[in-house]
């Protein structure tokens, strides 16, 4: 019986010898290159781990310029997260973060070109529509009302449709074509849900403006 599992042994052995000789060198260039992919993927992982800790502790950098005013330290830390993380969603905080602490000091064209740099270079297309809103908010500011329009006619994201209305509705009433902003106010104020804060402010400019919107005329009294 010994015998027998022995020369069985043997016959597999040789066969399993020939299989390797006819196939070995491709399975392994196979298992290289599978191994290689592998530890390829785990070193992207790992990029990517080192890229966001970098660049979150750079944005605790800019957050802390802001937050104390600091306006060189905010523009030269802004300035290093854009060149080296602007792919990121970091940077597209960190420009948003740093235009209002720029437009709170009423520096304007720092503050524009922060929320610039975001509308054209941001991957999430809510970063981009929401500095899109706030550069508009600016350009309303200092009365730069066809620029606006021309802003407030680029489409958005549908959750940020509510708050263009009644930026459009801003800056027509800026222009005193009132007729034009009430249309507007009126269409932001249809979008808005019934628990939306910001809904009772849209009502608000509408009945400064003989308008009700509750109202089946949508005349005050």
Known sequence: MA?????????????LKHFWKTYGNFISWALIIVMGGIAAWNGYGYWQRTQSAKASALYDEVERAATTGDLIRLERSLGDMKDKFGSTLYAQQ??????????????LDQAKAALIWVSENASDDSYAHIA??????LLLQTKSYDEALQQ??????????PLAADLRGDVLQGQGKTQEAIAAYSD?????????????????????????????SGVTK
Do not use: C, I
């Not at 407030?152 to 449709?161: G, H, R």
């Not at 104020?189 to 849209?202: A, C, G, H, I």
């Open 3 to 15: 015998t027998h599992l022995d020369l069985e042994e043997q016959e597999q052995l040789d066969q």
């Open 94 to 107: 960190a420009a948003l973060l740093a235009a209002k602490s720029f437009q709170d000091k009423d520096k």
């Open 132 to 137: 899109r809103l706030r550069w508009v908010a």
């Open 152 to 161: 407030l006619a680029k489409p958005v994201v549908l959750a940020l449709t």
């Open 188 to 216: 932001s104020w249809q979008k808005m849900e019934e628990t939306n804060e910001y809904r009772r402010l849209v009502e608000a400019k509408l009945n400064a403006l003989g308008v009700d919107p509750k109202s089946s």
